[in-house]
């Protein structure tokens, strides 16, 4: 007896290659003093968050990454019986100054008085870019930390200056992009309509707007982000496409036409629920009846408790 194999479900996206052509799209903004520097350890707030525990936390991280990287090149290399532990580094090993920290921060983005009237947030006073900013610090021998690399910046950290159309989101991010919209686009609810194909252009171009405002200080799931904007992108011209078509059907009827088929239906149900209603009216017992058998049984009652 030979026993069926199960085939093993092969995801088309996941989150791990998402961030890090999220990474590497947003590196393209920006500028470091050194290329090894623009991959970062730990993502902070402000520099009074690095403390020895902030510092821990980058150094278990930065073991952790270099451990995957290794057992991912062992098993590409053909060694299969290698194990995840035995390439992750001690994290103790790490020195302090080869920890890198991200800082999100505006403080090289230039002001924009005037930009609105009403300032909220931060971003409000700044210049309007494309995903949050931010800074990469690490420290130097003395102890001491320095600026490493600045995004939405273009030449060297000194002689340098602002710029946020320099870069550009990476082919590979892309063609997710595009195959999150066609994948999204299968599913039973949306694959009937005939105009799809809009609904799919909507999303990709929503896609490309909003791609690289995922922040990974807050989450480490773009997938949702990205599953939520393609919604919404559906629903959007879902709702535009209903609206001209009811448009469409009012001008058919004032006309003496024959409008869609789905205006159609929608009065036969209409008409169909009303006429429910109504024989649903006529069998509930009359009001008058209702008290006479309420008194009827009030009645038994008390002639049951007086021969008792």
Known sequence: ?????????????????????????????????????????????????????????????????????????????????????????????????????????????????????????????????????????????????????????????????FSKDHGRITENLGRMFIKLSERYAQRSNWRGYTYIDEMKGQAILQLSQIGLQFDESKSENPFAYYTAAVTNSFTRILNLEKKTQNIRDDLLEENGLTPSLTRQNQHEYAEETARQAEIYKNMRMPKSEESDNIDDSEEEIENTKSKA
């Open 1 to 161: 007896m030979t026993l069926g194999t199960t085939i093993r479900k092969t995801k088309y996206l996941n989150n791990r290659d998402l961030l890090a052509e999220i990474h590497r799209s947003k590196c393209s903004y920006s500028s470091f003093v050194k290329p090894e520097h623009s991959t970062y350890d730990i993502i902070l707030p402000t520099l009074d968050k690095v403390n020895i525990r902030t510092i821990a936390e980058a150094k278990r991280n930065r073991a952790k990454r270099l451990g995957l990287q290794a057992f991912t090149e062992a098993r590409l290399s053909g060694d299969k019986k290698i194990k995840l532990a035995e390439c992750t580094p001690d994290y103790k090993s790490i020195q302090k100054t080869d920890v890198v920290i991200r800082i999100m921060t505006f403080d090289h983005v230039p002001l924009a008085p005037g930009r609105k009237k009403t300032t909220k947030t931060t971003a409000d006073s700044h210049e309007k870019v494309n995903f949050p900013p931010f800074q990469h610090w690490k420290f130097n021998d003395t102890d001491e930390l320095v600026c490493v690399g600045k995004s939405h910046w273009k030449g060297s950290l000194d002689k340098g200056h």
